[in-house]
Each structure stands twice: as C-alpha cells, then as structure tokens.
C-alpha cells in the first residue's frame, strides 16, 4: 500500500494552467499540447494528485516543445486525492482508483492517438502512474516507457516488460528504495532484448521530478536532470 511519502509535498491544483488544452481523448478528459502533426505521442501518467497538478502540466510542455505531442489523461475522473480529506484516507482512496484501471482506460487513448496519426508512442509513469505505465509496456502497448519514483512496480513487472524502458528513481524512497531499484537494473540487464536504464538520483525523496518546491534549487535542479533522461530517452526511441 502506498506509504506518507506518496502524499508529501501535495500540490495546488489548477484547472488553467498550461499552454496547452483540455479535451476529450478516448472517452477521457485529458489536457494536451504539442502540434496536432506530430507523429510522436507521449503519455503522461500522473501521480495521485491528478493532471491538474502545474509542474506536471509545465513538464507536458516542455516535452511537447521538443516536438512531441502529449496527453495528460485524467484518470482519476475529476477524484484525485485530497490529503485534508480524513474520511477518505489513502487507503481507502486507493480502492476507487486501482491502476489496473487505469490501464485499462489508457487502451482507448493510445488508439485515439494512433487514429490521430500518431506512429510512435512513448509513456511516463509518476508514483502511482508507473505501475499503469509499466503494465502498458509489458502488452506492447507503447514503444518506450520511462518510470519516475514509481510505486506499487515489482521485479516480476520489470521481468515482463517488452519495450525500452528507463527507471529513475530518489535515493530517499520507501516505494522504491535504491536496493529495490538496483533488482530492476539486475533484470534489464539479463534481458538482451530489451534496452534498459535505470538511475538514482542522490538527494532527493519520492515524487520529486513533479511535487518539487521551485524554492528548492538542489531539488528543481534534480528534477530537470530527470526530465532531460526522460526526454532523451523518448527521442531515442520514438
């Protein structure tokens, strides 16, 4: 079950922002931005804070300003969690939003996407997202997956995965602490089929690359290294 560290540093969420657009994509509504002709698509999946959180948004952005068009579905249909609210705790949220739903959701959006012209698609993972992203990338659904302070993802997920996918995760993470991660690393490197990448950045807690305080120049910082890898990896392979 997801731990305190998945509700640290919750952010203040904001319907508006972004440069992009909310629409409706696969029977969801989801904010997008990058060009309409772009043959490259990305899906972000977000942590249990939903797609209205900004530094989520700000980083669609910015992978869409490289050329890709992205999507940040809500998936949480307008319920995300809300840490005040103590007659839902996490444990009892979590059951109205399990991500084998969400994984099932996600189909009908990346067909959206491939109806759109859209040839290649990569996916995103934060926390809670990962474990959608991974079982995507374990049904070839994608063709490259990245992981960010995932939660819930085991050995036996990384075992099963099909496609390029790169793991970053924090020094300071109960979800997926260091010793966890480096199994991932120990998987991917037996399966020669499959190009994987896995990275601990010192530092830095659970959910850093999207709950991060702009005040914390070490940790911003960080982030933007991540979103970099993130970015170089979709580029490499879609």
Same mark, same amino acid.
């Given at each position: 079950?997801?731990?305190? =560290? ?8 904001? &319907? ?14 989801? !904010?997008?931005?990058? #060009? ?13 804070? /939903? !797609? ?29 969690? %809300? ?34 012209? +859209?040839?290649?698609? /990569? ?9 959608? %992203?991974? =079982? ?21 997920? +990384?075992?099963?995965?099909? %496609? ?6 924090? $020094? +300071? @993470?109960?979800?997926?602490?260091? $010793?966890?991660?480096? =199994?991932? *690393? ?6 020669? $089929? ?5 990275? +601990? ?8 690359? %999207?709950?991060? &305080?702009? *005040? ?5 910082? #960080?982030?933007? *290294?991540?979103?970099? @890898?993130?970015? $170089?990896?979709?580029?490499? !392979?879609?």
């Amino acid at each position: 079950m997801s731990g305190p =560290q998945c509700c640290d540093n919750p952010p203040t969420l904001c &319907s508006s922002c972004g440069e992009g657009s909310v629409l409706e994509l696969g029977g969801l509504k989801a !904010y997008v931005a990058g #060009s309409q002709d772009s043959k490259r698509g990305i899906l972000l999946v977000s942590d249990i804070f /939903g !797609y209205e959180a900004p530094n989520l948004r700000k980083l669609a952005d910015k992978i869409a300003a490289a050329g890709f068009y992205v999507v940040v579905p809500d998936f949480l249909y307008g319920d995300p969690y %809300v840490p005040d609210n103590a007659e839902r705790p996490l444990p009892v949220w979590i059951k109205s939003h399990g991500p084998d739903k969400a994984f099932e959701d996600a189909k009908p959006v990346i067909d959206a996407l491939k109806v759109k012209g +859209i040839t290649a698609i /990569g996916a995103a993972g934060f926390c809670w997202g990962a474990k959608v %992203v991974v =079982q995507l990338a374990r049904f070839d659904q994608i063709q490259a997956a990245v992981l960010l302070h995932a939660s819930f993802v085991t050995v036996d997920d +990384i075992k099963e995965v099909k %496609v390029p996918i790169a793991v970053l995760g924090a $020094e +300071i @993470d109960k979800m997926s602490p260091p $010793e966890l991660l480096k =199994q991932f *690393e120990e998987v991917l490197s037996s399966k020669s $089929e499959v190009d994987g990448f896995v990275k +601990i950045f010192p530092g830095v807690a659970h959910g850093w690359t %999207v709950r991060y &305080s702009a *005040e914390d120049k070490a940790v911003v910082k #960080s982030a933007e *290294e991540a979103h970099r @890898d993130m970015l $170089e990896w979709f580029t490499k !392979y879609c």
